[in-house]
């Protein structure tokens, strides 16, 4: 699996280097410069963002352990985030790592259960705001009939790929996050304390979507007020740019990068997808295919950004509960 997911990320990557080719170093920087130390305000709004995706995670917990968790469940999230770009797991390496940096806070089950919850709440989510903006914007779009069945039929089939994860989970998922932790290279003292709390996860999770389906569709809700400052960060840079930044255009570039990235999720840190994406894009809209690559070099900053802050807050985190995995 590490060995696929190092091929995909070095696809991604020469894609990346051959779109900065096509695009042209001389435009590419000067758009660049448009947007500056502007950036700075993106980096900014990405923290909201992650505010309300964590109010998204923190609705899958169970109401008693809700009370004065929320904190540390924003900076878990930001160090889990941060993994997820940096690792080679299909934007899941940060997963198993959220668990254990939640040992001293809450019961190990109830965070396993959470993250596998949350990521189907996640998806779901991103799957509605896809489908929502393409709805709205599609007849804008000049895209290639091929292109457009591919897209359509990725997206089917990532769905299907959904159902199938959730169907799994109520069967009794919990087993194959260890296993995940394993391939990752996760400490064996970790993995095996989530492999004993296998029957309690899957009671959680099958609790959660059985008998709270409120709190389901509320952690789906502030999903979307995170992809709705997403949609204002793409309508900051576009002003930036010089180009049109109505809020239709807007939702098509956000809706229409997620629907890429939903699909192609496999590249870690999603390496050349995002930039492409946004030149695809671009070009659909009629816009300067360099400007969408100014666009997506201008999100590859943020998510940069984002990592070294994670990172440092993962770093944080592991030295506070690094005294308590010592064994006795």
Sequence with gaps: ???????????????????????GYASLIENLKLIGPKIVFIIGIELIVDLFNTVGWWLTFAPDLRRGTFGILYLVRLAGSALNQ????????GEPAKVMLLRPHLPTAAATASVLTSRVAFTFAKAIFIAVGMLITWHRLKLPAGLSSALLIGFILTMCGLIVFLMLQLRGFARVTARFGRVIGLPEKW???????????DAHVVSFYRTRPGDLARAIVAH???FAF????VSLLLGWLNLPNDWQTSLAIEAFSALVGFIIFVVPGSVGVQEVS??????????????????????????????????AVFALLQARTAPRMEPD
């Design 1 to 23: 699996m590490r060995n696929k997911q190092l091929i995909a990320l070095g696809l991604g990557a020469a894609l990346f280097v051959y779109l900065i080719y096509e695009t």
């Design 86 to 93: 940096v690792l080679p797991a299909a934007s899941m390496g």
């Design 191 to 201: 993995i095996a304390e989530i492999e004993g709390a296998s029957s309690s996860v």
């Design 224 to 226: 979307q007020f995170a």
């Design 230 to 233: 997403g949609v204002l960060q």
């Design 278 to 311: 946004k030149v695809l894009i671009f070009a659909a809209l009629g816009f300067p295919t360099s400007a969408g690559m100014g666009l997506g070099i201008a999100f590859r900053l943020n998510d940069i950004a984002g990592s070294i802050i994670g990172l």
